[in-house]
């Protein structure tokens, strides 16, 4: 089974090289690394032909004006030749060693379409110190009307799903991993399982990690697609999550405290 990873890339040269670098520390050996980079004019592209020699002809990469991250992403799953495809955004990086290895390994024994996990954010600052943990493990396709979803970097989709059922609708400015997966998950009712694992260590301050207007931008993009895809939702109820994000943040500080 072929795994392909995609990493969408613009001006990442500061943080490219952790995200590289763990991909290429993966037990697994069945991979292919497809980067499409925006047109960057730092030294990103300069830093993935650095790396070419050392993926063995696993790599493969383009770099070209897009629409932006989904677009990005849409092209790599194009691209894409692997049997089972995963996002791994340019700031981020695998945990451990092991990550691709347990996907695959689940994939082989659970008849399942998707598998997905639990993610940590960190500080650009400090990455060695966990500031949320965000588990998937409580997770059912009826929260999704809630806005919650699995954590989207820990989720790995065999690709004849995306060619099936549709990629990533990029007029969605920060919620389209959302709507992807709302489609797929609920409305196409694909069968997913989920691995108790932590997948990949993600710097905060993202597109939709940091924010007022941005929390605001993420509400009218769940409560769109929500309404696109005939599923019922509110305001009120797609604030639940946050309660919930508050949780999660009170008690990773609370773990930190007691280490």
């Known amino acids: 089974m072929k795994v392909s990873v995609i990493t969408a890339t613009w001006n990442s040269g500061a943080t ?19 980067i499409v980079d925006g047109g960057s004019t730092d030294n990103t592209m300069a830093l993935v032909q650095k790396y070419e020699s050392r993926y ?20 790599g799953i194009r691209m894409a030749t ?5 996002i791994l955004n340019s700031d981020d990086y695998y945990t451990s060693d092991d990550v691709l290895e347990k996907v ?6 659970r008849d399942v379409d998707a598998i997905y996990g639990d993610v940590h954010y960190v500080n650009a600052s400090d990455l060695t ?23 989207h970097p820990s989720f790995y989709c065999r690709r004849e799903v995306y060619m099936k059922y549709g990629l990533f609708d990029y007029s969605y400015k920060v919620a389209a991993d959302f709507e992807n997966l709302l489609r797929l998950i609920y409305v196409k009712r694909i069968r997913v399982a989920y691995i108790p694992k932590d997948f990949v260590t993600m710097r905060i301050g993202g597109a939709s990690s940091s924010g007022i207007r941005s929390h605001k931008r993420i509400m009218r993009d769940h409560l769109r697609a929500l309404k696109a895809n005939g599923v019922y939702s509110n305001v ?20 930190n405290c007691n280490n």
């Not at 692997?82 to 995963?86: I, K, L």
């Open 236 to 255: 009120c109820l797609l604030s639940l999550r946050y309660l919930y994000k508050i949780y999660e943040i009170a008690k990773t500080r609370l773990k």
């Open 129 to 151: 110190k966990c500031v949320r943990y965000y588990s998937s493990k409580p997770f059912c396709r009826c929260w999704m009307r809630l806005g919650f979803m699995p954590a």
């Open 82 to 86: 692997g049997d089972v495809v995963g």
């Open 104 to 109: 695959v390994e689940n994939m082989n024994f």
């Open 56 to 75: 063995n002809g696993r790599l493969h990469y383009i770099s070209e004006p897009d629409k932006g991250l989904y677009d990005a992403m849409n092209k």
């Open 16 to 34: 490219l090289r952790d995200t590289i670098e763990s991909v290429l520390r993966q037990s697994y050996p069945n991979i292919e690394h497809i």
